[in-house]
């Protein structure tokens, strides 16, 4: 992120401002830009919340620029200490959190509900330490208590070169909102995570709303590489589906993409298919539990030969192996050629779409051109999937005929 767009950051918060009812929205996202922001009026939030395509929804309650020493890390960490005491007002920010969150709790406890909880919480000081199980993202804020006092945790990320570390920001920041709310900290059962985003000279701090990423829906029985639900939604959504399309998912794996597509298309067709009996009857039971009444169909088949008509199929959207977690990248180098032959004879000329996901790079540039003239590629786009840095094909079929 360079100058400019901290700028921009910054420009638009503060026209977040100027209205009670308008609040600067970040947003997580599965390209390599990997955030979005946007300002929203507060009737508008619950389209916010409603997007298929994001992962986590985040409420930006300040952004404030510093002049940082970059090589004096006393000064610069009291420079942070300052500037949350002095400068950060999250007020506005977290009556909107509470009200979006429904934390029935104290977000603004007196000092003495501070102390009392704080007495209530060291007696289970000991049994949340050896607990077995930590949560990675807190507890659903919803689930609190009338008198539950707010627990939050400070989780601080940065880009460009400070002449301190994120954990050391964090405990600065945190101690410091403590100090001026009163909250109780808690690495692992918090209501609250506020992220603090140090992007060179500036500090944005963010609440999140998303108790759970939202790419967690549709599936509950995971393979081995199941695609996050997002991601899958943005891949239909490359495809442009039309009412009556019918789009064809030939490695689906746990069933990620055809689900997706039969609740957010529901005017299309989805078929889908696996060549392994333990995918197909994981995408079953997946299908069955989260989109039964969609028009979803299933079936077990070798994408080197798919048992469909010439020029029938209008959009094909897949994750094509890896080569990495799964199968090898000297498999890859047959089967993406064989299989973008079949999708030249199956999908409609001129009209038909392909949407292909892949790390494997090297083999998808030579199965194209052993495909020829079939296919040409429109877009290309990076995506990060799991930490690997994968590619997304947009290919439209030509008017070349199969042969």
């Not at 946007?38 to 986590?56: A, H």
């Not at 930006?60 to 200490?81: H, P, Q, R, W, Y």
């Not at 786009?381 to 290919?395: Q, W």
Request: overall charge positive.
């Amino acid at each position: 992120m360079d100058n400019a767009e901290n700028s921009s950051l910054y420009g638009l918060f503060q026209e977040s401002l100027t209205d009670d009812n308008l609040f600067m929205i970040g947003t997580s996202v599965d390209t390599e830009r990997g955030n979005i922001y946007f300002n929203v009026p507060w009737d508008q939030l619950v389209k916010v919340q409603e997007m298929r395509s994001i992962d986590n929804i985040f409420i930006v309650g300040s952004i404030l620029k510093l002049m940082f020493d970059g090589i004096n890390k006393e000064a610069d960490l009291k420079l942070c200490t300052n500037v949350v005491h002095n400068n950060v007002k999250l007020e506005k920010a977290l009556n909107a959190w509470k009200s979006i969150t429904q934390f029935p709790g104290k977000v603004y406890p007196t000092i003495n509900e501070y102390e009392e909880a704080l007495k209530h919480d060291k007696i289970f000081d000991n049994l949340k330490a050896t607990s077995s199980k930590i949560r990675k993202r807190g507890q659903n804020p919803a689930d609190a208590e009338i008198n539950d006092v707010l627990r939050y945790r400070v989780t601080c990320e940065r880009i460009g070169t400070h002449s301190f570390e994120s954990p050391e920001a964090a405990r600065i920041i945190g101690g410091e909102l403590q100090d001026k709310y009163h909250w109780l900290v808690d690495l692992s059962t918090y209501h609250l995570e506020i992220i603090c985003k140090i992007i060179k000279n500036e500090i944005v701090t963010q609440l999140r709303i998303t108790h759970e990423s939202k790419h967690h829906r549709n599936i509950m029985h995971f393979g081995p590489t199941t695609l996050r639900a997002t991601i899958c939604y943005n891949l239909l959504r490359l495809a442009h589906p039309n009412p009556g399309d019918i789009i064809i998912d030939p490695m689906c794996g746990s069933g990620s993409i055809p689900i997706e597509g039969g609740l957010a298309y529901e005017n299309s067709y989805m078929l889908c298919g696996d060549n392994h009996t333990k995918a197909v009857l994981r995408s079953k039971s997946n299908i069955n539990i989260s989109c039964p009444k969609s028009k979803v169909d299933l079936t077990q088949w070798s994408v080197s030969y798919l048992p469909l008509l010439n020029s029938s199929i209008d959009i094909v959207v897949t994750d094509m192996p890896f080569g990495k977690r799964s199968g090898k990248i000297s498999d890859n180098r047959v089967l993406y050629k064989e299989f973008l032959l079949q999708l030249g004879r199956v999908v409609k000329p001129i009209t038909g779409r392909l949407v292909l996901l892949t790390y494997d790079r090297r083999s998808f540039h030579l199965a194209l051109q052993r495909a020829g003239n079939l296919f040409r590629v429109t877009k290309m786009l990076g995506v990060n999937v799991g930490g690997l840095h994968a590619a997304v094909y947009v290919l439209k079929r030509t008017k070349i005929e199969y042969k």
